[in-house]
Each structure stands twice: as structure tokens, then as C-alpha cells.
């Protein structure tokens, strides 16, 4: 079993910043895919930002150039640093690990941070 902790969310003022950490437990493999994903109330969740065991990053179109992946591969530890936060980016914040070639075996999530942006 994997267990995924997540910290960091909070309040925020638009045009302010926030780091989310996430750190795996028990059978994490090094080749996992780690990366974070969100969900507005009334919406699906959806893929914020993937990075690799080797460090090759993807980010959604709505965060490019404004948020930063990272991982510590001894630590299996994931941050999503957040800068230019805007209202629209509230939600609950997830991590997730995945193996790309056995996903439906092993796909795992944290329970949640929530990134509330307002005045």
C-alpha cells in the first residue's frame, strides 16, 4: 500500500503564492510518475502537472508559466510551487502516483488540500 500526505494549501490573495508538498509511503517504486491534480466544487478533476522520475515535467495549458513542479526522488517527495495565484485556480489540490505502464494497478492519491485565492 502507498499513503500520500499533502500540505501547503490555504488563502491566498490573487497575484500571490503557495507551495504544496506531498510525501509517498510504503511500496513507492522509483520509477512512479508523480504530479498534482485539482477539483472545483462542481467540476471534474482535472491534470494540473506531471513530472518524471527523470525530471521531464507537463503542465496543463491554465498554469504553464505560473506553477513548478518538483520532486526529491530519495525523499519521494512532490511540490507544486504556485505563483500568480488566481481565483480561478481555487480548488482542492490532489497528488497522485501513478506507474504509466500499469496505471490501473497502481494509481494512487493523496486526500486533499484545499487553495482558496480571493481578496
Known amino acids: 500500500q502507498v499513503q500520500l500526505v499533502e500540505s501547503g494549501g490555504g488563502l491566498v490573495t490573487p497575484g500571490g503564492s503557495l507551495k504544496l508538498s506531498c510525501k509517498a509511503s510504503?511500496?513507492?517504486?522509483?520509477?512512479?510518475?508523480m504530479g498534482w491534480y485539482r477539483q472545483a466544487p462542481g467540476n471534474k478533476r482535472e491534470f494540473i502537472a506531471t513530472?518524471?522520475?527523470?525530471?521531464?515535467?507537463r503542465y496543463a495549458d491554465s498554469v504553464e508559466d505560473r506553477f513548478t513542479i518538483s520532486r526529491h526522488n530519495a525523499r519521494n517527495t512532490v511540490d507544486l510551487q504556485m505563483d500568480s495565484l488566481k481565483p480561478e485556480d481555487t480548488a482542492v489540490y490532489y497528488c497522485?502516483?501513478?506507474?504509466?505502464?500499469?496505471?490501473?494497478?497502481?494509481?494512487?492519491w493523496g486526500q486533499g488540500t484545499q487553495v482558496t485565492v480571493a481578496p
Open positions: 513530472i518524471t522520475s527523470g525530471g521531464t515535467a
Open positions: 510504503g511500496r513507492v517504486f522509483s520509477n512512479v510518475v
Open positions: 497522485n502516483i501513478y506507474l504509466s505502464d500499469r496505471r490501473s494497478e497502481y494509481d494512487y
